[in-house]
């Protein structure tokens, strides 16, 4: 008996084509976002900058080796004979450098250092925005599913107006201004539900270039959702964003990088030691008859210095250059941090005044009902026309309208908050995928 149940709830899932939720649509785009992708691509290749930076510290081998053939002709300026000779050569040298104090190598590997730093900010940044854009582009093709919704039944409430004002006409209880009200307002109607249509085409497929197929049916909002004040005051938000929000970070990596940058064109002026060693072997064919041939074997080690004295003004040149550079990167870490106050205070101020606005709508919803069946009854009693009913109707779909944009904009500010300060990631949207409701699909049960 317990099979058939699954079997008939999974048959019935497939049918009604069960709503995909947040959670699922942000895996499938996880694995599909070329720009996350990306990302993650040039994250991998920034790590390969320690190994890059630490082996200007390390030592430097190199072999060589050669084997020519000689061909040599002297000739006496006394008229003798000359003597030709033809013979071989081999050599193999083995050498080792070891730095052991270059100024630049020492801040390149530093600056390696930093590089990834940044790299880490940047992955985390993307992963950031791809939430962001996976939520906006799920309540987008909500609001724009409720859209279409809302204009099919406002069409449908003014073509019954739109009968009725017909039949009155014909019975001579109205005139035939009310006919020509009701077909204008229901000519208005079609249009904007085909407007709302493409809207809804439109936002389905940016959805589609998120996740890289066809856009599944979306859980809606269910009755779980709840209103949340932010746990701390809007200053308190603020400060964590000037901290810890990552575009501040990867500009203030930018900032340090930039420093380096500086202290490594001024290492250009410091002289530089190094310990080398070097091992040769040579030989040479017999020349003479009286010279065999020769095996050579040599090795050398010491320590060499370097004192750069004058290069043309090029290391002063690119030190003022660097200057300029961190001047620049000073004043973008700066924007930063202004924009992640903006943002930060934007997103508390879009969830508090959300739920206000929420719980107003809520109200107004109840309201226009309310006001509707009012001027219904007033029409039918005599003291309403149908022009009062037109607009009643029309109140009452834009509080709804409006009711479900101030939802979904509430839901993206507390995601908005949370990626102002830097700490936003998919286990943030596990709340928000509680308040979805997976038996609704496309507004249907």
């Known amino acids: 008996m317990t099979r058939l149940v699954l079997i008939a709830l999974l048959l019935a899932c497939a049918s009604a084509a069960c709503g995909a939720d947040l959670l699922d649509v942000f895996k499938q785009a996880q694995s599909a976002d070329t720009t996350y992708a990306g990302a993650r691509a040039t994250w991998s290749a920034a790590q390969e900058r320690i190994p890059q930076g630490r082996a200007g510290l390390l030592p430097l081998a190199s072999l060589s ?114 006919t020509h009200e ?4 229901y000519d208005l109607t079609t249009a904007q539900e085909i407007a709302a249509r493409n809207e809804l085409e439109l936002r389905r497929r940016a959805l589609e270039q ?53 202290s490594r064109n001024r290492g250009a002026h410091y002289p530089t030691l190094d310990a080398f060693a070097t091992v040769s072997e040579s030989g040479a064919g017999a020349t003479s008859l009286t010279n065999l041939g020769t095996d050579t074997r040599s090795a050398v080690v010491g320590v060499q210095i370097a004192v750069p004295i004058y290069q043309g003004g090029a290391i002063n040149s690119r030190v003022r250059e660097a200057i300029a550079n961190e001047d620049r990167a000073r004043q973008d870490l700066e924007g930063a941090r202004r924009n992640a106050e903006f943002t930060a205070r934007q997103a508390y101020l879009g969830i ?91 507004g249907k049960p």
Do not use: C, H
């Open 65 to 178: 080796g050669s084997a020519q053939q000689n061909d040599r002709t002297i000739r006496f300026r006394d008229g003798s004979t000359p003597l030709t000779s033809r013979f071989s050569s081999t050599g193999l040298s083995l050498s080792v450098t070891q730095p052991i104090y270059r100024r630049q190598n020492i801040v390149v590997y530093e600056q390696a250092l930093t590089q990834v730093q940044q790299a880490d900010a940047q992955l985390a940044l993307a992963a950031q925005d791809l939430i962001l854009r996976v939520a906006q582009a799920y309540f987008d093709v909500l609001l724009a599913q409720d859209n279409v919704a809302f204009a099919e039944a406002q069409k449908a409430a003014i073509g019954q107006q739109l009968e009725q004002a017909k039949r009155n006409f014909e019975v001579g209880t109205a005139t035939i201004t009310d």
């Open 182 to 185: 009701a077909q204008a307002r």
């Open 210 to 262: 998120v996740i890289a197929r066809a856009a599944p049916p979306l859980a809606p909002l269910g009755p779980r959702f709840t209103l949340n004040e932010p746990d701390a005051r809007m200053d308190t938000w603020v400060n964590l964003a000037l901290q810890s929000n990552l575009q501040v970070r990867v500009a203030q990596s930018a900032l340090t990088f930039a420093s380096q940058e500086i």
């Open 352 to 442: 508090t005044n959300g739920i206000a606005q929420v719980r107003a709508l809520e109200a107004a919803l109840v309201s226009t009902q309310s006001q509707l069946d009012s001027t219904r009854l007033g029409q039918e009693v005599g003291v309403r026309t149908q022009v009062d009913v037109l607009n009643a109707q029309q109140l009452l779909f834009s509080a709804r309208r409006d009711l479900a944009q101030s939802r979904y904009n509430y839901v993206l500010s507390l995601l908005r908050l949370e990626a102002a300060i830097g700490e936003l990631t998919e286990d943030d949207l596990v709340p928000i995928n509680t308040w979805l409701d997976r038996t609704v699909v496309n």
